[in-house]
């Protein structure tokens, strides 16, 4: 059974930086062999891609609104981060990590953005 753990979440203020951590565990094949994304949902919206890996191209795609600030990369073993900077108070939200083929996803952790 898959299973991810996110951590680094927090308060910070606006313009400061934040790092998501994602460690994944079951997934059967090698690591590097996964998309890994990463998601958002705010109080009161639907939850929103916010940008992927695919580990073996290292190809990444971002939403248009966080691109140029936020992000992602694996560091290894089985560990997807998320640099976020620059960060706004509309970047408040739960993030979650996601693993597309496997549908699975981790408890997510909070992030705010406040002065």
């Known amino acids: 059974q898959v299973r991810l753990v996110e951590s680094g979440g927090g308060l910070v203020q606006p313009g400061g930086s934040l790092r998501l951590s994602c460690v994944a565990s079951?997934?059967?094949?090698?690591?590097?062999?996964?998309?890994m994304s990463w998601y958002r949902q705010a109080p009161g919206k639907e939850r929103e891609l916010v940008a992927y890996n695919i580990g073996v191209s290292g190809k990444t795609r971002y939403a248009d609104s966080v691109k140029d600030r936020f992000h992602i990369s694996r560091d290894n073993p089985n560990n997807t981060s998320l640099q976020m900077n620059a960060l706004k108070p509309e970047d408040t939200a739960v993030y979650y990590c996601?693993?597309?083929?496997?549908?699975?996803w981790g408890q997510g952790t909070s992030v705010t953005v406040s002065s």
């Open positions: 996601n693993q597309p083929s496997s549908n699975s």
């Open positions: 079951g997934l059967p094949r090698k690591f590097d062999e996964y998309v």
